[in-house]
């Protein structure tokens, strides 16, 4: 594994924009990511995530501002950096025509990872993806979990001190993702810088700081159970009833209810305590038809935040 | 640039090339298919042409000569005619490409003086025939007798063609039978090895767009000029291979001589196929669809060299600007060289420029093809 300096974050973002045409991805990013932490890109579908994991592997250039990874400006020397990163595309990009040990080894030579150790470093990555006795698969014929952990085996065959991983986790299914989740954790163990982007929130919690981005803005950067702890400036109730539709038209901005937003088959309302109560609540929907299953306080998860952060931070007042 | 990342890409390239169906057709089938086709379909020969004649004197003599034609298979006689009338006739509604017409006078000329002239009327809306039936009459009649001369006289065509009075001893080098598949053959091979070369590699960088696969390689350390010659390598091979195979069968099959040395054959192939497979990794790094890139592969390949490479049709022959054309055409070069290495038997030193001009265009589009890709998404 190549060492930085110690003091010195394994990736340093200042001012970062990336603008397509008239359209700004990435609008004014600046974060820092010390050495062997996970930091999770949280946001829905097209908020930039992408964008900017792809700006710091030198594959996008920024239109404005900086990018260090490993003490290397990317713009000035994409190459030096790509020999210290790992990198998973948000769509899965290995050979799918090649074997698991053709792509293995493939990467191995692109990577120029010694012979003496090759062999013991693609054992490694077959271990570790479950792949023992599946070598000589078609990469195309595997489920999507194992597609997903051997392309993080490639990604890791040259020691690379810092992974972007760009959802790794879409399409997989829940089993998958836990398991890839505990690899990340055990890379990190090792020392290895990870970032990280999803737009599962609940995976959040496996991050040591999480990065809240939409529509190309950074809203928010700390660890979740900072993040959790945020005042959201009203008290949540979650309400379990039939026709949410209908529900969250019926509440929203009425007197007392700063926010109302769906989630699964709930309804998450933020409420003045002061102004309105559960049973005030449930008696306004009974009476309006709609029969509730469950109404109770619950303490705000990083959804929760997410949707009331970009509530307050975009000019529609919706969650992106 | 570092060998072991050339290694990977080409390793990685030669299994999937051996695994997809489409290259492996372009690469084995298809040099076979063209030899067939263009090596039996393409022929500038005239055999059994349509023929009327018209007799005036009909005498032994005559009729000895016609016979001649009757028995030449470059000619067939279709009907014998009774007048200028019937024989403008016959040009006209295409029942015959020439009437040969014998003067009242034939035999008695020849006694006389010791030769004649037989009139050759030759349709030539299309010239090339026309050009051709006449060179044929010629022979024909110097089969018959030593001095006879043909009198021959185009219709339709270049005012050139008119009264051509032709009585001219004949020594043919290098084609001695006068075959235009021995002409044609080399010219075929190369344009099989441009059009399989830019095909095979007019793919090779738009798969991996299509596919998903640049980006996850575009973020490693690999240089563009070793991904460049990391994918050509196989290609090249596969390219001499078909070299090979195209030569074999052009000297075995079609029974056209090669008279030149191999090791300028090896060397000048070499050259075309960097410049071929260069060509092709361009326009696959410049379009990012496989479709897409193959019809541009094929256009920019087939049409310039079956047009204006010279393998069929001359290039002296062509307008002065059309000419000019003819140099970036890169299969020219190639063609020349082919031609005379197959007919001429002609040495490197024989062909310095046309391999000069070869080696330049592969420098140019290998350094091209070095830095063709970015490696940048935007």
């Not at chain 1, 700004?24 to 930091?39: K, N, W, Y």
């Not at chain 1, 049973?279 to 306004?284: A, I, P, Q």
């Not at chain 2, 008695?108 to 002239?117: A, E, I, R, V």
Request: proline fraction near 4%; glycine fraction near 8%; hydrophobic fraction near 45%.
């Amino acid at each position: 594994m190549t060492e930085t300096a110690p003091k010195e974050p394994a990736i340093e973002v200042e001012n970062l924009v990336k603008r397509f045409g008239d359209f700004t991805a990435v609008d004014h990013v600046s974060f820092q990511v010390e050495r062997g932490t996970i930091i999770g890109f949280l946001g829905p579908n097209g908020a930039g995530k992408s964008t900017i994991i792809r700006m710091l592997c030198g594959l996008l250039s920024p239109s404005e501002g900086h990018a260090i990874v490993s003490g290397i400006d990317v713009a000035k020397d994409p190459e030096t950096v790509r020999e210290h990163i790992g990198y998973m595309s948000q769509k899965f990009s290995l050979y799918g025509d090649l074997t698991v040990m053709e792509n293995l080894r493939f990467f191995g030579g692109i990577y120029r990872v010694p012979k003496t150790i090759l062999p013991e470093r693609i054992r490694f990555a077959v271990t570790m993806a479950g792949l023992e006795g599946r070598e000589d698969f078609l990469v195309s014929t595997l489920a999507g979990g194992w597609k997903q952990r051997l392309a993080l085996g490639c990604a890791i065959l040259h020691r690379p001190p810092i992974l972007f991983l760009d959802e790794p986790t879409s399409g997989v299914d829940p089993e998958s993702r836990r398991r890839f989740w505990d690899l990340i954790h055990s890379l990190s163990e090792d020392g290895v810088t990870i970032v990280v982007s999803t737009h599962y929130m609940d995976e959040a919690e496996y991050c040591n700081t999480i990065a809240l981005i939409n529509r190309g803005r950074l809203l928010a950067l700390e660890s979740p159970t900072t993040l959790k702890k945020r005042d959201l400036g009203g008290h949540l109730l979650s309400v379990e009833c039939p026709d949410i539709g209908k529900a969250i038209s019926l509440l929203e901005g009425q007197p007392g209810i700063l926010d109302a937003a769906a989630f699964g088959n709930a309804v998450h309302l933020l409420v003045d305590p002061a102004k309105i109560s559960c049973r005030d609540l449930e008696g306004r929907l009974t009476t309006a038809g709609i029969p509730v299953a469950r109404i109770g306080s619950i303490e705000p998860s990083i959804d929760d935040i997410f949707v009331r952060m970009v509530g307050e931070n975009s000019p529609q007042g919706g969650a992106g | 640039m570092r060998w072991g990342r050339i290694r990977a890409i080409a390793v990685k390239e030669t299994i999937q090339i051996r695994r997809d169906t489409r290259s492996l057709i372009i690469a084995l089938f298809m040099p076979f298919m063209q030899m067939i086709l263009l090596g039996y379909g393409v022929s500038l020969d005239i055999k059994h042409l349509p023929v009327c004649v018209y007799d005036r004197e009909g005498s032994q003599n005559s009729q000895a000569l016609l016979k001649h034609f009757q028995a030449s298979e470059y000619f067939s006689i279709v009907a014998v005619l009774k007048n200028y009338r019937e024989a403008k006739a016959a040009l006209d509604s295409d029942r015959c490409r020439i009437v040969i017409t014998i003067p009242h006078d034939f035999s008695q000329k020849l006694s006389d003086s010791g030769g004649s002239t037989v009139q050759v009327l030759a349709d030539a809306s299309d010239d090339n025939t026309a050009n051709i039936a006449i060179g044929y009459a010629q022979s024909v009649v110097n089969g018959f007798a030593g001095n006879l001369a043909v009198a021959a006289q185009g219709f339709g065509g270049s005012p050139a063609m008119q009264n051509q009075g032709v009585d001219l001893e004949e020594r043919v080098w290098y084609n001695e039978d006068l075959d235009s598949r021995n002409y044609i053959i080399p010219g075929v091979v190369a344009l099989i090895m441009a059009l399989v070369g830019a095909l095979l590699t007019s793919l090779t960088i738009s798969r991996e767009w299509e596919r998903g696969t640049m980006e996850l390689l575009i973020s490693t350390p690999v240089q563009p000029s070793e991904v460049m010659l990391g994918k050509l390598l196989p290609y090249f091979a596969i390219g001499m291979l078909d070299a090979v195979f195209c030569l074999v069968f052009s000297v075995f099959w079609f029974h056209v001589p090669f008279r030149g040395s191999l090791f300028a054959l090896f060397l000048t192939t070499s050259l075309f196929l960097v410049v071929v497979l260069g060509v092709g990794f361009l326009i696959s790094a410049a379009i990012k669809s496989q479709v897409g890139a193959s019809q541009i592969a094929v256009l920019v390949t087939l049409l310039p060299t079956s047009l204006l490479s010279g393998y069929a049709f001359p290039i002296d022959q062509m307008p002065t600007l059309v000419q000019g054309v003819t140099y970036v055409v890169f299969a020219r070069y190639y063609v020349t060289i082919l031609k005379s290495l197959f007919l001429k038997g002609s040495g490197l030193e024989d062909l310095a420029r046309p391999v000069l001009a070869m080696g330049i265009y592969a420098l140019v589009v290998a350094f091209l093809a070095g830095r063709a890709f970015k490696k940048r998404l935007d």
